[in-house]
């Protein structure tokens, strides 16, 4: 079946620079995408979203890009902090269904 | 503003025990409510939606049930627990309307089967 996926499962950055978290789907159904941001033993919480719409959305330090044409959505966190260290998952809303999460990255930040 | 709240936070449970699992919404009406399951490391599972009061569906078969008694109230329930059913259990709400939806998380419970 069709899923969402994620290239890279860890990613460590240095405080300061800029992170970029990549994400692959399949569906060319899906009409709509969101970025959770999920800290360690709390509930995922939304960071952003994107209609299909769309090819670009910035919200504050974080930007999403859609690409539909290969079906790729990125999440770029500018100036990362050592507060964005989480896990990271995008999901993709099929029409009629329920979200469909990606596995997650995981992202680290060093001092 | 809406709030989701989930108890109980932790739960430590011996295999073979029954489980129930609450989740209410506050703030909105006629959500649509979700029970996820997270292993640990892992990315969500889904395991049950519902778009209405008594309105269930499951998307993974196994021994855990869910059932809505309420408007703003999900219950993920099993009759016997299972080592496999150790995990991070989440339940979030959607306004399910239009096609944009939104999901937002509760807090989660911790469950570990000893």
């Known amino acids: 079946g069709e899923s969402v996926g994620l290239h890279l499962p860890t990613l460590s950055v240095q405080e300061g620079d800029n992170s970029i978290i990549n994400c692959a789907y399949s569906?060319?159904?899906?009409?709509?995408f969101i970025w959770y941001k999920q800290e360690s033993g709390k509930g995922p919480q939304f960071i952003i979203d994107i209609r299909s719409n769309m090819d670009k959305r910035q919200g504050q330090r974080v930007t999403v890009l859609l690409n539909k044409t290969v079906k790729h959505l990125s999440l770029q966190i500018a100036a990362t902090q050592p507060g964005d260290s989480a896990v990271y998952f995008c999901a993709e809303n099929i029409p009629g269904y329920a979200l469909n999460f990606g596995k997650g990255t995981s992202l680290l930040v060093t001092p | 503003s809406q709030t989701i709240h989930q108890w109980p936070a932790t739960l430590v449970q011996p295999v073979g025990s029954p489980l129930s699992l609450e989740c209410t919404v506050e703030g909105t009406s006629n959500p649509n409510l979700y029970w996820y399951r997270q292993a640990a490391g892992r990315g969500l599972q889904l395991l049950f939606y519902s778009v209405g009061i008594g309105q269930i569906s499951s998307e993974v078969p196994q021994n855990l049930s869910a059932s809505r008694p309420q408007d703003r109230q999900f219950i993920l329930s099993s009759k016997k627990l299972l080592l496999s059913d150790s995990g991070f259990y989440l339940c979030a709400w959607s306004t399910g309307e239009g096609s944009y939806n939104e999901q937002f998380f509760g807090p989660g419970t911790r469950l570990t089967v000893l």
């Open positions: 569906n060319s159904a899906s009409d709509y």
